[in-house]
């Protein structure tokens, strides 16, 4: 071995983000400390964690079996009318963060046009669909109305801002192309921009769906429709097993957007 290549490393190491190391090991030290004193400010009751274990354990031994009967039909019902409030929501909310997410693209729109669609999306995104829901509940009453309001301008909130993102990240060259042969607005739009973000946009539309049927129980407790009504009355009553069915046709439906997400993407690529 040549006296040139002792002075040099065999291995590489990636480098630290943080250089110094005595700066590193008191940002670990001040984290764990902060995570303890976290803990112990929590003023967590201890014993009542352990006598919990044994009754939580209790709860799910009586999820089984499931109870499949719905004789008077309330689960399914609160299912399709989750699955309908999801959907439109999903749809509607995606149908009007188009033109704000291409607003809100830096390199796309002016500034106030830019500045306002931001502004949009920041409001959407400041509160969670359950905050959004009790608002709508006062203003439109109980229902699935006042659901897919809070659903819809969530999905705002989400869509517009990845889809301004990802005009923002995209590839210069083949919209410099595209504008240079002479094409309009719409047409640098639809050639240049929308193959681009399409398959990205498509997965994560479908990701929103599950997000917003998944939300849908949640909305539906404070009174905005939904299966979540149907799930607390089944958990006040203490029937588990219904209980049981309702949260086993969530994940079931839950995780058949998923696959039907990674097969459109690789549909629409």
């Known amino acids: 071995m040549s006296e040139a290549s002792l002075n040099y490393a065999q291995t590489w190491k990636k480098p630290h983000f943080i250089k110094s190391s005595l700066l590193r090991y008191l940002i670990y030290v001040g984290?764990?400390?902060y995570f303890f004193l976290a803990i112990y400010t929590m003023d967590v009751n201890w014993t009542r964690v352990a006598e919990g274990i044994p009754r939580g354990a209790d709860m799910i031994s009586k999820f089984f079996?499931?109870?499949?009967?719905?004789?008077?039909?309330?689960?399914l019902d609160g299912i399709l009318e989750s699955i309908w409030?999801?959907?439109?929501s999903t749809i509607g909310g995606v149908l009007l963060s188009i033109p704000i997410g291409l607003g809100a693209a830096r390199n796309l729109a002016p500034t106030?046009?830019?500045?306002?669609c931001r502004s949009i999306i920041a409001v959407s995104r400041t509160f969670p669909e359950v905050i959004l829901a009790i608002f709508a509940v006062k203003f439109f009453g109980f229902g699935p109305f006042a659901g897919f309001?809070?659903?819809?301008i969530g999905t705002i909130g989400f869509w517009a801002k990845l889809l301004a993102e990802d005009i923002e990240n995209m590839s210069k060259s083949q919209a410099e192309a595209v504008r240079a042969t002479g094409a309009t607005w719409l047409q640098w739009i639809n050639y240049?921009?929308?193959p681009q973000v399409l398959p990205r946009m498509i997965g994560?539309?479908?990701?929103?769906?599950?997000?917003?049927?998944r939300e849908s129980a949640v909305v539906g407790i404070v009174g905005a429709g939904g299966i979540g009504a149907h799930l607390l009355t089944s958990v006040q009553r203490y029937e588990y097993a219904t209980t049981a069915t309702i949260l086993f046709s969530i994940i079931a439906i839950v995780i058949t957007l998923e696959y039907s997400s990674g097969y459109l993407r690789k549909w629409v690529q």
Request: aromatic share 12%.
């Open 31 to 33: 984290t764990v400390t």
């Open 65 to 75: 079996p499931p109870d499949l009967s719905d004789s008077r039909g309330v689960i």
């Open 85 to 88: 409030m999801a959907v439109i």
């Open 112 to 116: 106030w046009v830019y500045l306002f």
């Open 149 to 152: 309001i809070a659903l819809a």
């Open 192 to 194: 240049a921009i929308q």
């Open 204 to 213: 994560l539309s479908l990701y929103r769906l599950d997000i917003n049927f």
